[in-house]
Structures are given as structure tokens and as C-alpha cells.
């Protein structure tokens, strides 16, 4: 099983692909994985995309498109099948995905979409506060530590992250809408795309995508 999980930030894509990867199996991917191995064993890709990163341009989609396919083709396990996070992040990348592995073992089986309101995911993201000891998480809506600020487990004091504003929030969900939904839309229209409300307890998510991927 192939699968493509999309989500807004905040949306809980992190802790559902660990539930998903750790049930059926799968290779869990994430692009910056990708990124961070061609980068590090000096690929001829990884070569191309430095050049682009250190001048401070985007790396295009061919060459991303490119990274991912020989990522997946180089899989030691990969007749388990994938979960890819974070990718494709354009339509021309969903295309070009679509072209490069079209009748392959590598063509995706199912999108997943992690849906949530925008008011929620402001929410999840402003309120979220990390212990500098220990890591723990918390949410000043949803999951407040008993003393304002400190961490229950350890004691230390919790942090905000500096992108964790709503400014900075706004330019990542503007840029998905812009840039993610009308992937989500292609797929769509192929019907391939599992809708997950995220707004509800992780049993009910997880009992959805559980059913939704035995279902395939």
C-alpha cells in the first residue's frame, strides 16, 4: 500500500503517520528526509538542489520529482510500501509523480487528507507550548500544565516555538491553499482521497483510518 497523507500544520499528520507506519508496516518519508540524504551523500541531485538552496532559490519540481523517485526505487523493503509525507506539495509535482511511476510498484494507492478548521489549527499552533527539559507538549487550550509555564513532568520552563504565531501561521496556510489543496482536488477527481475529520478524538481518527486503508 502507497499512501499520500496531506494535512495543514497542526493538522496531526505527525502523530497519525507513527500510528500508521508502526500498524501496516510501512516506510514513513518525509521530503526533508529525502532532502537531508542527497545533501549529506553529496548526490549529483543533492549536488544540483545545494546549489539552488545556498542561493537561496527554490528547488525545482523536475529535480525534487527526481530525489523522490530514486528515494523510493532505493528502498530496501519497499514491496511493504510507503506512507510520504510532505510531498507532492504542487500539482506539477502530482503529475509529474503520476507520469514518472504510472504502472509501477511506486504509484500511489490512497491520499489521505487531514481536515481540520482553520480556527482550530490557529489554535493548536499559538497555544503550543514545549518543556525545554524533557520535550514534553502542551497547549495552553487544550492541554494547560497545572502552574502556568512550567512543565508538569520536570519542572523546567515551557517554551513557544518563534514560527507558533498567527502571522507566521497565516503565510503556511495561505501557502497551502495556495499550493497543497489543489493537489488534494486533483486526486479528488480521481477519487483517491480518504477525508479524515481531525477535529475529533485521535481513537475516532485513528478507527477511521484504520477502516479506510483494510477497506483499500
Same mark, same amino acid.
Not at 152 to 159: A, T
Given at each position: 500500500?502507497?499512501i499520500?497523507? $496531506?494535512g495543514?500544520?497542526?493538522s ?10 508502526d ?6 518519508i ?22 539552488? $538552496? ?11 520529482? &527526481?530525489?523522490?523517485? =530514486? ?5 530496501? =523493503? ?8 510532505g ?9 509529474a ?11 500511489? =494507492?490512497?491520499v ?7 480556527e482550530?489549527?490557529?489554535?493548536r499552533?499559538?497555544g503550543?507550548?514545549? @518543556? ?9 487550550y487544550?492541554?494547560a ?5 512550567? @512543565? =508538569?513532568? @520536570?519542572?523546567q ?6 514560527d ?5 501561521l ?7 491553499? &495556495? ?11 480521481k477519487? $483517491?482521497?480518504?477525508?479524515?475529520? &481531525? ?16 477497506e483499500?
Amino acid at each position: 500500500m502507497n499512501i499520500f497523507i $496531506m494535512g495543514a500544520p497542526g493538522s496531526g499528520k505527525g502523530t497519525v503517520s507513527s500510528r500508521i507506519k508502526d500498524k501496516y508496516n510501512l516506510n514513513h518519508i518525509s521530503t526533508g528526509d529525502i532532502f537531508r540524504k542527497n545533501l549529506s551523500e553529496n548526490t549529483p541531485l543533492g549536488i544540483q538542489a545545494k546549489e539552488y $538552496m545556498e542561493s537561496g532559490r527554490l528547488v525545482p519540481d523536475e529535480l525534487t520529482n &527526481a530525489m523522490v523517485s =530514486d528515494y523510493l526505487k532505493s528502498l530496501p =523493503d519497499a514491496k511493504n510500501g510507503y506512507l510520504l509525507d510532505g510531498y507532492p506539495r504542487t500539482l506539477a509535482q502530482a503529475k509529474a509523480f503520476e507520469a514518472l511511476t504510472d504502472g509501477s510498484d511506486q504509484a500511489v =494507492d490512497l491520499v489521505l487528507s487531514m481536515d481540520v478548521p482553520k480556527e482550530v489549527l490557529t489554535k493548536r499552533i499559538t497555544g503550543r507550548r514545549i @518543556c525545554k527539559g524533557c520535550g514534553e507538549i502542551y497547549n495552553v487550550y487544550y492541554k494547560a500544565p497545572a502552574n502556568e509555564g512550567v @512543565c =508538569d513532568i @520536570c519542572g523546567q520552563e515551557l517554551s513557544q516555538r518563534k514560527d507558533d504565531n498567527e502571522d507566521s501561521l497565516k503565510v503556511r496556510l495561505d501557502e497551502y491553499a &495556495a499550493n497543497t489543496e489543489p493537489v488534494i482536488g486533483y486526486y479528488d477527481d480521481k477519487d $483517491m482521497v480518504a477525508h479524515i475529520n &481531525a477535529d475529533q478524538s485521535m481513537e475516532d481518527i485513528w478507527s477511521f483510518i484504520q477502516k479506510t486503508i483494510d477497506e483499500k
